[in-house]
């Protein structure tokens, strides 16, 4: 009854912006949020930062997008990888060598982080050709670190410039 009585006093086009008015002991509260209440989700958004100080992560990667442009959410993966994982697996790497492998044994563990590079095909690209070209790597190398099968013996690469792509 109340919510008849509502929709056709206030409900419509030309009705909008009449004055409601309260009865029967109702009470108006308004529908914005304290200063005491904004003041504490303030506070609980520097949590969410300070946390993610505290361990070094990112915050778009925890999802906390208030200061976030397309630049730094590009490089949010490559800085959780450097700045977060990268310490993690070293340590991990060394307890394996101090307490698992046996001292001047042939095992050593390595966590590999290169995966993060995925998303940014320029740079790894960039990264094979100074490796091939300095004589660190060659190709068949380069093409196991990308998940390739290595070419068939004899078989070059198709010279991009010949306007066939290499195998």
């Not at 086009?13 to 029967?24: F, N, P, Q, V, Y």
């Not at 946390?51 to 949010?76: D, G, M, S, W």
């Not at 990268?86 to 492998?101: G, M, N, T, Y």
């Not at 993060?116 to 670190?145: M, Y």
Request: contains cysteine.
């Amino acid at each position: 009854m109340l919510r008849k009585a509502f929709e056709d006093r206030h409900a419509g086009a030309e009705k909008a912006g009449s004055t409601l008015i309260l009865d029967g002991g109702m009470k108006w509260s308004p529908a914005q949020i304290s200063p005491e209440d904004a003041e504490l989700l303030e506070t609980r958004k520097f949590g969410v930062v300070g946390l993610c100080r505290l361990f070094q992560v990112p915050p778009p990667i925890v999802q906390a997008y208030e200061n976030n442009t397309f630049t730094n959410a590009a490089q949010a993966g490559l800085w959780f990888a450097t700045f977060c994982l990268a310490p993690w697996a070293r340590k991990i790497e060394a307890e394996f060598v101090r307490s698992v492998f046996p001292t001047g044994g042939p095992y050593e563990l390595e966590l590999d982080l290169s995966g993060f590079l995925r998303g940014d095909p320029e740079t790894r690209w960039n990264a094979h050709k100074i490796a091939i070209d300095s004589g660190v790597l060659d190709p068949d190398e380069v093409r196991q670190i990308e998940g390739w099968n290595p070419r068939p013996a004899g078989q070059k690469p198709v010279p991009a410039s010949d306007g066939a792509q290499g195998q």
